[in-house]
């Protein structure tokens, strides 16, 4: 069975591979993920030289729905007009080369914090002028219900073990003393000017509103805040706490700056603690303890006016 604390570290583990995952690694994971969830019914494509893939990046044969993937980089929105650009010619190819088997036709990307309008704008362009098909977008939701349709193992195999509700109720000592001194040593190597951080214009971050992944894994650790706080206090060096808060509150400030979502900003703070890749259960609970101590101290995100005010 799949406990809520499996699926939202999964939710976690799959933003992270959809923000990291550009160009043609995005098609591959995306065709992989299909390709387990459907077997031989999915086939996977890729172009053959001067062919092309005829604007065809994977088809699904039972419903003769035709895929067109953009990875974008960092999984940014900025470059629209790409973007509008790519699903007009991707689709206009299929429809002049595959248009015997296609019955449907959608754009699959990897834009975890939303499209921009001009996208959902081309999309029903292209509904009105091609009343034969039928068109949809796949994002992040549609890659969550397509994954949580599987049994536990292949999940895995996709998005690496999730730590469950025992593995939170035993923190590791030895993984929390590794995570702490890998965090350090990556402050001492980065330091960070503070000199280029400059005051955040007011309303460019809507007060503290994360994701409910985010949300869940920020209270799934306050169980094991107080070991965090406990040990950095007991630490030999007495400035480790310190100098862990205020890397984090530089970093916070630094993605706050940038007016990136909430999401956007627990997705990078998470990174900087797990570093990228899959990350085994009990350094997911380490880095989930970590995050919540500094989010419980203030350290990352807003206190609420009313009780910063009192």
Same mark, same amino acid.
């Given at each position: 069975?799949?406990?809520?604390?499996?699926?939202?570290?999964?939710?976690?583990?799959?933003?992270?591979?959809?923000?990291?995952?550009?160009?043609?690694?995005?098609?591959?994971?995306?065709?992989?993920?299909?390709?387990?969830?459907?077997?031989?019914?999915f086939?996977?494509?890729r172009?053959?030289?001067?062919?092309?893939?005829?604007?065809?990046?994977?088809?699904?044969?039972?419903?003769?729905?035709?895929?067109?993937?953009?990875?974008?980089i960092?999984a940014?929105?900025?470059?629209?007009?790409?973007?509008?650009?790519?699903?007009?010619?991707?689709?206009a190819?299929?429809?002049?080369?595959?248009?015997?088997?296609?019955?449907?036709?959608?754009?699959?990307?990897?834009?975890?914090?939303g499209?921009? &309008?001009?996208?959902?704008?081309?999309?029903?362009?292209?509904?009105?002028?091609?009343?034969g098909?039928?068109?949809?977008?796949?994002?992040?939701?549609?890659f969550?219900? &397509?994954?949580?349709?599987?049994?536990?193992?292949?999940?895995?195999?996709?998005?690496?073990?999730?730590?469950?509700?025992?593995?939170?109720?035993?923190?590791?000592?030895?993984?929390?003393?590794?995570?702490?001194?890998?965090?350090?040593?990556?402050?001492?190597?980065?330091?960070?000017?503070?000199?280029?951080?400059?005051?955040?214009?007011?309303?460019?971050?809507?007060?503290n509103?994360?994701?409910?992944?985010?949300?869940?894994?920020?209270?799934?650790?306050?169980?094991?805040?107080?070991?965090?706080?406990?040990?950095?206090?007991?630490?030999?060096?007495?400035?480790?706490?310190?100098?862990?808060?205020?890397?984090?509150?530089?970093?916070?400030?630094?993605?706050?700056?940038q007016?990136?979502?909430?999401?956007?900003?627990?997705s990078?703070?998470?990174?900087?603690?797990?570093?990228?890749?899959?990350?085994a259960?009990?350094?997911?609970?380490?880095?989930?303890?970590?995050?919540?101590?500094?989010?419980?101290?203030?350290?990352?995100?807003?206190?609420?006016?009313?009780?910063?005010?009192?």
């Amino acid at each position: 069975m799949i406990t809520s604390e499996q699926k939202y570290w999964w939710r976690i583990a799959l933003e992270l591979k959809m923000r990291k995952s550009s160009g043609d690694a995005f098609q591959d994971f995306f065709s992989t993920m299909m390709t387990v969830a459907y077997g031989s019914d999915f086939i996977r494509v890729r172009a053959f030289g001067v062919k092309g893939d005829k604007g065809c990046d994977g088809y699904l044969q039972s419903t003769g729905k035709v895929f067109a993937c953009y990875g974008a980089i960092n999984a940014a929105s900025d470059k629209i007009n790409y973007l509008i650009a790519k699903m007009g010619n991707d689709f206009a190819k299929a429809l002049k080369e595959i248009a015997a088997i296609m019955k449907e036709w959608h754009m699959v990307h990897n834009l975890v914090d939303g499209l921009p &309008t001009d996208a959902i704008l081309k999309l029903d362009e292209l509904k009105v002028t091609n009343k034969g098909h039928k068109f949809g977008f796949i994002g992040m939701e549609g890659f969550e219900e &397509t994954i949580f349709a599987l049994d536990k193992d292949k999940i895995d195999g996709l998005l690496g073990m999730a730590a469950t509700a025992r593995d939170a109720q035993n923190l590791q000592p030895t993984e929390l003393r590794d995570l702490v001194a890998a965090v350090v040593a990556a402050a001492d190597a980065n330091p960070i000017d503070l000199s280029n951080i400059r005051p955040v214009p007011a309303g460019k971050l809507d007060f503290n509103k994360l994701p409910g992944h985010w949300r869940s894994m920020i209270a799934g650790g306050w169980q094991n805040a107080h070991l965090v706080e406990r040990y950095l206090s007991n630490h030999h060096d007495p400035l480790t706490g310190e100098r862990i808060a205020q890397r984090f509150r530089v970093r916070y400030q630094y993605f706050k700056e940038q007016n990136l979502a909430p999401g956007t900003i627990m997705s990078s703070l998470y990174e900087e603690v797990t570093g990228i890749g899959i990350v085994a259960p009990q350094r997911q609970v380490a880095a989930q303890a970590l995050l919540a101590h500094l989010f419980e101290s203030c350290d990352i995100f807003e206190e609420p006016p009313a009780k910063a005010a009192s």
